[in-house]
Structure formats: structure tokens, C-alpha cells
């Protein structure tokens, strides 16, 4: 994964030499200091998306709306900024959530419903937002592979779904992986008991399911704020409804290539892509995904250390309560 990341920053660079670094730098130096206004708005966008895993969660003590604010903060930070194919930060979320009493079956099953509920939303409005291209690109694009690969990504959630509602994530593990350890003399893997029930329990709530479902495409709606803010601070003439394919389109780029980290590289030639088959200047459009690049690095370095942080003060508690026992 080094080396894919490796290879986003050399597109990246290629991008600004091909479309000008000059006129890049001064399309975000024109927007200034009204860049920070990004660093609120996303943590409001994470504040909704986290209301929606709250309602998975239900009332627990302990367990405020910052802290899950913070944890949602954390998510994003490791899949953006660690090689973990976009999903560690939901394994660091787990974990964290059970050092605070919730169970391991109730963390995942949270976690697994709230990614289920994220992944059918993300095809509803990536389906939207070709709809809403295709009149502005006439027969540029090529319709065949676009609805293909739509189609696709249906068939994939879809099945994600059905193996959790009729086989159970855990009883899947254990068939494949599980068999194969023991094949090869080693235990069975620590699955979570009680995490597929847990999970069926939480697909029997259509109230909560539509809670979180209408969180989470708050928080889209969100998300394409911060392109509408970022190109009206670098004064590029965006209509809402680019700023929507624009977001939409984006955000399934980033889940297809969740193989590089923080889709470095790939999200600014999405950016660019995406420019020219909307009549936009792809060196604007280049400057708006630089400027979510820095909203990305302000607030997601800062939230690594405090995570870090986090980590090393529970080791160190650890530890103290064990040399008693040691010594």
C-alpha cells in the first residue's frame, strides 16, 4: 500500500504540473483563512453521521455524544491516513467502545449495520448523481460501462446485506477462514458471541434503521457543503447540482479504491475527471480537492495523536494495575 500511495502523490504532482501549480496555489491562496471554516463544518458533518450510530447503539452511560464525535473523528483519520484498505478505523472504533463497557457483540453489530446503511445510501445518491450528469454531459461518457459498474455496486451491497440477514457475518468467517486454521492446526478464530444476533436485532428496527439512514445522508449533504463552501471561497462558479455529482461521484471513488491510502491521488483525478465532463476548469476543480486535502491533514493529524495519546495512557493504567500482581 506504501507503494499505491507512493504512486497517488506522484499523480498528484503530475496534476499540478499539467494543469499549473501557479494557478492552483493561488486559487487556494485567494481562499485564505477561509479554509478553517472547513474544520467546523466537518466536525458537524461527523457530529450528524454519529447520531446515526448512536441510535444503533442505544442509551448507554457512559458513552456521550463527544466521545462518539471523537471516535467518528478517529474512524476517519486511520482509514484516511494508515494503510488499512479504509476499514481499520471501524476495528479501532470497536475497540475503543468495548475499553468503555459496551460489549464486543453490540461495538461490532453497531459498526456493521451502520457501514451497511452507508454503503446503501452511497449507491442511492452515486445513482443520483449520474442522473442528475448525464444531462450535463450529453453523449461524452460512455453509458454502458457507467450503469454497469452502477449495477455492480448494487449486486455487492446487496449481498452484503443478505450473507448478514441469512448466513450471519460470524457463521461466514467461521465456515472460510475459521475451516482453513483448523486445516492448518491452528484455533478457531475469537469470533464475538451473540454478534449475529445482535446484528438480525438491529435489522428488525425499521425506526432505528430510517434514524440512522436519515443521519447519514445529513451528513452527505454535508459533505457536499464543503465543495460549495471551498468553491465559492476560491470564487469557481459551481450550480448545486454539480456540487452534488460532484460529491456523490467522489465519494464512490473513494470506495473503489479503498486499496490506496486516503485515495491520494486518485481523489484529485477524480476531482479533475469529473471537471471536464462538466464544463468546469480543471485547475479549479484541482484546487478544491487540494483544499479538502488540507481540511483532511488539519484536523485528521491532530486526531491521530490524540488517539495515540489515548492508546498510551491506557497502556500505561495497564500496566500499573499489573505490577501489584507482577511483583
Given at each position: 500500500m506504501g507503494f499505491l500511495a507512493m504512486g497517488g502523490l506522484v499523480l498528484t504532482g503530475w496534476l499540478l504540473e499539467r494543469l499549473g501549480w501557479r494557478a492552483v496555489a493561488g486559487l487556494l491562496m485567494g481562499a485564505g483563512a477561509g479554509l478553517l471554516w472547513l474544520i467546523p463544518l466537518r466536525a458537524l458533518v461527523v457530529a450528524c453521521e454519529v447520531r446515526g450510530w448512536k441510535a444503533l447503539l442505544g442509551p448507554r452511560r457512559g458513552i456521550s455524544w463527544g466521545l462518539l464525535i471523537w471516535l467518528g473523528m478517529v474512524r476517519d483519520a486511520v482509514n484516511t491516513f494508515l494503510p488499512v484498505a479504509r476499514v481499520g478505523g471501524e476495528f479501532v472504533a470497536i475497540r475503543l467502545l468495548r475499553l468503555k463497557g459496551v460489549s464486543g457483540a453490540s461495538a461490532s453489530?453497531?459498526?456493521?449495520?451502520e457501514t451497511s446503511v452507508t454503503l446503501v445510501l452511497q449507491v442511492a445518491t452515486t445513482l443520483c448523481g449520474i442522473a442528475l450528469?448525464?444531462?450535463m454531459v450529453g453523449a461524452r461518457i460512455a453509458l454502458p460501462g457507467l450503469w454497469l459498474g452502477a449495477a455492480g455496486a448494487v449486486i455487492v451491497v446487496a449481498t452484503f446485506v443478505a450473507v448478514q440477514l441469512r448466513v450471519g457475518l460470524g457463521e461466514l468467517v467461521d465456515r472460510t477462514l475459521g475451516r482453513v486454521l483448523r486445516m492448518m492446526g491452528r484455533q478457531d478464530l475469537p469470533l464475538l458471541p451473540?454478534?449475529?444476533r445482535r446484528v438480525s436485532d438491529l435489522y428488525r428496527r425499521p425506526v432505528i434503521l430510517l434514524r440512522c439512514a436519515f443521519w447519514q445522508l445529513t451528513g452527505f449533504l454535508g459533505g457536499a457543503a464543503e465543495i460549495g463552501v471551498l468553491a465559492a471561497l476560491m470564487h469557481v462558479p459551481l450550480t448545486v447540482e454539480q456540487v452534488f455529482v460532484f460529491e456523490a461521484l467522489i465519494q464512490a471513488v473513494h470506495s473503489v479504491s479503498f486499496v490506496v491510502p486516503g485515495a491520494l491521488?486518485?481523489?484529485?483525478?477524480?476531482?479533475v475527471g469529473l471537471a471536464v465532463l462538466l464544463g468546469v476548469a480543471p485547475d479549479a476543480a484541482l484546487g478544491i480537492a487540494l483544499g479538502r486535502r488540507l481540511r483532511q491533514f488539519a484536523i485528521g493529524l491532530p486526531v491521530l495523536i490524540s488517539w495515540q495519546w489515548q492508546e498510551w495512557r491506557l497502556r500505561r493504567l495497564s500496566s500499573v494495575e499489573a505490577a501489584p500482581m507482577g511483583g
Open positions: 453489530a453497531s459498526v456493521v449495520v450528469m448525464l444531462p451473540g454478534l449475529d491521488g486518485v481523489q484529485e483525478g477524480g476531482f
